[in-house]
């Protein structure tokens, strides 16, 4: 009855009906097929940009672009990036004059720096929904399951607890949500008490709530629920994390991206060896610092057009992540492309006396079994602060304490070749951000 109820609330819209038809019948397209519907879908949304975008039409015409032409990706290619700033000082220029139903403004995470509006609508909400629904296919789960939501943006978290209607959907969809913005042990306490009483057939949550969470229930040596599928989103899910929440609820842990001003970009499948892109629903290029696209394995910035959003056009926007492309088809017979890992965030960099970056990979203290959570803080040209927030028991005394800080030091000279003085703190909570994510780099030397 629940999942019947489900349905009626959420599918009854047509473009979900014919978007989730797609996704269905997906393991019968070849990857040919798909990239034609991508094409198509990226000509269609460039010629309504041109139309009803007085931003976009501009652009066009100074960068000469032939919507007509035969290789439109090409053409497509010439579009200069947008960016955060751009879009700032052009946000009623890029809003599309058409008529469109259920528009609404929203906004990016701010995770760093000050969040962008933009603008969506039920056309793109019922397409959103409908890759949300795929994604949660591949994690082995399906739309209407019992589902615990540990969600980290307060903001959020605030909404569905004033809305009489959102309380109300959430019940019919059989979700429950736990604010974990801020976690201390009586709170994690509580929280597995209710998870264990909910009895969630699927957990959504940030990588870094489903980690706290995760490591209060090994340390606290308790019994949980194990759930049918577990998915982490919303924050890099590094290995340490992986294996603490994969141990914690004896389950496998599915990596979703996708972000609030484009939905839902890419999620594993069960064999967890790269990310698969829906390109039904984004274009998504890999640019190196020249924004040349680089080659399949070689790190670079990410770039995304949303294929769904006619309101605000996004196109070949800098949504601010590292990644990389993997070569081939994943043995799993889903044929859409693969990004093979993500490598953080284009602003993780430090600044050199002599004005040069120099990227911080998260994945820098990853041979230091001590550390649990790491934040590097930049605020003079010659100097960085270290936060260690350690998982060991044994370096616990000064003298552990003083070779893990040496350890660390030596880390971070090898790779910067000697750029910084570091000082080194550890300390017991490292405050996440307001969108619940955790940082990894602070610079402000640029801000």
């Not at 990036?81 to 946000?91: A, D, G, M, P, Y």
């Not at 959504?204 to 049918?228: D, F, Q, W």
């Not at 550390?371 to 616990?396: D, G, M, V």
Request: proline share 3%; hydrophobic share 35%.
């Amino acid at each position: 009855m629940s999942r019947t109820l489900y349905k009626l609330a959420s599918f009854a819209k047509p473009e979900y009906i014919k978007e989730a038809k797609l996704y269905r019948n997906l393991k019968n397209m070849s990857p040919m097929q798909i990239e034609k519907l991508e094409k198509k879908r990226l000509r269609t949304l460039l010629i309504h940009a041109n139309k009803y975008s007085a931003y976009y039409n501009n652009l066009f015409k100074e960068n000469y672009i032939d919507l007509n032409a035969k290789d439109i990706y090409k053409e497509y290619k010439k579009i200069p990036f947008l960016t955060k700033e751009i879009i700032r000082e052009n946000q009623n220029q890029i809003l599309s004059v058409h008529e469109a139903k259920g528009r609404y403004a929203n906004f990016s995470s701010g995770s760093t720096g000050e969040p962008i509006k933009i603008y969506q609508d039920d056309y793109y909400k019922n397409k959103v929904r409908a890759t949300s629904n795929f994604f949660d296919t591949m994690a082995n789960t399906k739309p209407g399951d019992k589902t615990m939501v540990l969600w980290g943006a307060d903001k959020e978290i605030d909404k569905y607890e004033s809305s009489l209607k959102v309380r109300i959907m959430s019940k019919i969809k059989r979700l429950k949500y736990l604010n974990c913005w801020k976690l201390d042990d009586l709170i994690m306490e509580k929280y597995v008490e209710e998870i264990n009483n909910f009895k969630p057939i699927h957990i959504l949550g940030y990588a870094e709530a489903l980690n706290e969470i995760s490591k209060y229930i090994i340390e606290n040596n308790i019994k949980v629920n194990t759930p049918k599928s577990i998915i982490s989103s919303a924050g890099m899910l590094d290995l340490k994390m992986r294996e603490n929440i994969e141990k914690a609820f004896n389950r496998k842990v599915f990596n979703r991206y996708g972000s609030r001003e484009v939905g839902g970009i890419a999620i594993e499948c069960e064999l967890h060896d790269g990310l698969h892109i829906s390109t039904f629903s984004n274009y998504l290029e890999i640019v190196d610092e020249n924004g040349i696209e680089a080659s399949p394995g070689e790190i670079g910035e990410i770039v995304l057009t949303s294929l769904n959003n006619f309101s605000f056009p996004l196109i070949r926007y800098r949504v601010g992540d590292f990644g990389k492309e993997k070569n081939g088809v994943c043995p799993c017979g889903n044929p859409f492309p693969l990004l093979s890992t993500l490598e953080g965030r284009t602003s993780d960099y430090l600044v050199t006396s002599n004005k040069l970056k120099i990227r911080i990979p998260t994945s820098i203290f990853s041979q230091i079994p001590e550390i649990e959570k790491y934040q590097i803080i930049q605020n003079e040209l010659r100097k960085i602060n270290i936060s260690i927030l350690i998982n060991s028991k044994e370096a616990n005394d000064s003298e552990s304490l003083e070779i893990l800080k040496e350890k660390i030091k030596v880390v971070v000279e090898e790779f910067s070749e000697n750029s910084f003085d570091v000082e080194v703190n550890f300390t017991k909570f490292i405050k996440p951000t307001s969108s619940g994510k955790h940082r990894y780099i602070i610079n402000n030397i640029l801000s």
